[in-house]
């Protein structure tokens, strides 16, 4: 089974940055597509952007232009930067990894931005 962790979240003010970071317990080139995802309390689960060798980096609106999603396939890591954050963007942050028809996800991780 795979198992995806994520780390780097925290409290931060409005203009503040954070990285955000999926472990895998497997070689991340066997996935079709990874991602990442949040969710606020309330709403719905929404994509903020995924990454893939054929597709490269797409991000959603909201996330385009603050926000970059890299990988690196030696160390088995996926990261999100994300930077001039607003308080919109609390929510948890999850790590989601597709691969064939399957989808694995992480545990998500708390992603706090107040003054």
């Known amino acids: 089974q795979v198992q995806l962790v994520e780390s780097g979240g925290g409290s931060v003010q409005p203009g503040g940055s954070l990285r955000l970071s999926c472990s895998s317990s497997?070689?991340?080139?066997?996935?079709?597509?990874m991602g990442w995802y949040r969710q606020a309390p309330g709403k719905q689960r929404e994509l903020v952007a995924t990454?893939?060798?054929?597709?490269?980096?797409r991000y959603s609106d909201f996330a385009r232009g603050r926000f970059t999603i890299d990988r690196d396939t030696s160390k088995k890591v996926m990261w999100l930067d994300m930077d001039n954050l607003q308080p919109d963007d609390s929510a948890v942050y999850y790590c989601n990894a597709a691969r064939m028809s399957n989808n694995f996800w992480g545990r998500g991780t708390q992603v706090t931005v107040s003054s």
């Open positions: 990454i893939s060798f054929g597709a490269g980096a």
């Open positions: 497997e070689h991340i080139l066997t996935f079709t597509l």
